[in-house]
């Protein structure tokens, strides 16, 4: 089954891809070494807290080597960093 023009990641690299976005660090292809992620929707850079309640299906190719990946994002439901700790004391 040849599904020509679109190149998915091997999964380590869709990994490795996903995990940098998802930690908000620069975009760098696994695959070819470039930094032509082109990133659908962009980033909300402004407005944390207008962040979507839904899940949101993001995709990452590289406008170099064609390669894709996608994966999704839950909205208020993402996983906080152990640094970061909404419900610890506020004092
Ligand atoms: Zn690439």
Do not use: F, N
Request: net charge positive.
């Amino acid at each position: 089954m040849g599904r020509r023009g679109i190149k998915e990641y091997r999964a380590p690299e869709a990994l490795a891809l996903i995990a940098a976005d998802r930690e908000h660090a620069p975009l760098v292809c696994p695959s070819c070494g470039t930094r032509s992620i082109q990133r659908v929707p962009r980033r909300r850079t402004s407005r944390p807290g207008a962040a979507a309640a839904s899940a949101e299906r993001i995709s990452l190719t590289c406008q170099s080597c064609g390669r894709h990946a996608s994966y999704i994002e839950r909205g208020s439901d993402v996983p906080v960093d152990d640094t970061v700790t909404p419900r610890s004391a506020s004092e």
